[in-house]
């Protein structure tokens, strides 16, 4: 597969860093010399050599509501982005995360390829999405769009044999595991100078910003009136930090990025419950989870999900090690209490480090980039 395109498409942030990770290592290949990476995604993507023609990352969204708002704007470089496919023929399609989106992207190409005389795009989807938290019969038409399904839980595979078995699946590791290489002497936490540092992180979507930032800066001043504490706001992106600089209001010091730096010498994080709750478990910081969202998607979310919690960390342990504060619950009076009672307990966070830890390391060693190229490469071979 000489001097081929390959279209690549990754929708939020951490997709972003996903992809460019996964680029970089298929860019070493001698079996991948001149492939040309083109597609959607965000800055992390073009820095690893993607020709990004969509910026996804700035448009992301969360629940039915939000999705509906700018759905034009999705159907837009939906659309784009499948006639440039039909026009590039690309021979690999490579989808990152962003599972709405993408899954409705394999399928059209899916139906899209009869009309184009020997275009036989192979389709690898990275990260699967949480079929087995809500709506499993989406398995079914993922075995029939799919060529490879890379996961990055160690349980997946075994689900997918169960639910739809003749979708080939891979389990390839945690992408944080490389991200931070754990165990690492730059990535070891450093609890033992933390001081009262608590690390607030509202989300990597604008959205999710507006709605969980106001509770969080308002836990911030309830708790500093009871305790000396640090405050520090993590955003992902400079674009949202005159957001949140509006909404955080005074005695929150702000950064971009950096979260390891944060979080490695942090008392308590509160924290929304995506994928930065791994981060949190990964550097053993104590967690109070919390999400809002519309009404309306709370409604739908109630009827459809079948896990007993969200932050994943408490998904792979089978229990609640980070409390979880749920819409009517993600509340200012709910969130100070536990905070105050976590940080004047260092037992409790201290047992909470240790189950953090033993969730990180059933998650695996590094590799996932390299493991995910591995995949690829054999499926293309087969």
Not at 128 to 148: H, I, K
Not at 159 to 185: E, I, N
Not at 277 to 289: D, K, N, R, S
């Amino acid at each position: 597969m000489s001097n081929a395109d390959v279209l690549v498409i990754a929708g939020e942030h951490s997709g972003d860093t996903i992809a460019a990770e996964l680029v970089r290592e298929l860019s070493k290949r001698s079996e991948c010399l001149g492939w040309r990476f083109f597609g959607a995604g965000g800055a992390a993507m073009r820095s690893a050599g993607v020709d990004v023609l969509h910026d996804l990352t700035s448009i992301s969204v969360i629940g039915p509501m939000d999705a509906a708002m700018r759905y034009f704007t999705f159907r837009n470089v939906f659309n784009r982005l499948l006639q440039e496919a039909a026009e590039r023929r690309p021979s690999l399609v490579i989808l990152i995360d962003f599972s709405h989106f993408n899954h409705k992207f394999a399928h059209a190409i899916r139906q899209l390829q009869p009309s184009i005389p020997g275009w036989n795009p192979r389709i690898t989807k990275v990260v699967s999405p949480q079929v087995w938290a809500s709506r499993p019969g989406r398995a079914r038409t993922m075995e029939q769009d799919l060529d490879l399904l890379l996961c990055i839980f160690p349980f997946e595979p075994g689900w997918y044999a169960t639910h739809a078995p003749k979708l080939r699946t891979c389990f390839v590791g945690h992408p944080l595991m490389d991200r931070y290489q754990r165990r690492s002497s730059d990535a070891t936490p450093e609890h033992g100078h933390e001081g009262n540092r608590c690390v607030l992180l509202p989300g990597s979507r604008e959205q999710e910003i507006r709605r969980h930032l106001p509770v969080m800066a308002e836990v911030a001043r309830h708790v500093s009136s009871q305790i000396a504490c640090e405050w520090v706001l993590v955003v992902p992106d400079q674009r949202l930090m005159p957001l949140a600089r509006r909404l955080a209001g005074g005695g929150i010091r702000l950064q971009v990025g950096s979260l390891s730096e944060a979080l490695r010498c942090a008392s308590m994080a509160i924290a929304s419950t995506g994928s930065v709750t791994l981060e949190c478990a990964y550097f053993e910081t104590p967690t109070l989870a919390m999400y809002k969202t519309s009404w309306l998607t709370y409604w739908i979310a109630r009827r459809i999900i079948t896990v007993k919690y969200l932050a994943m960390p408490n998904i792979l342990a089978d229990e609640e090690i980070m409390p979880e504060f749920i819409q009517g619950d993600a509340s200012v009076e709910k969130i100070s209490s536990h905070a105050l009672k976590l940080m004047q307990d260092p037992a409790r966070r201290s047992r909470m480090r240790a189950q953090l830890r033993a969730v990180v390391d059933g998650l695996g060693q590094g590799g996932a980039a390299i493991r995910s190229a591995d995949a690829i490469l054999g499926m293309l071979k087969a």
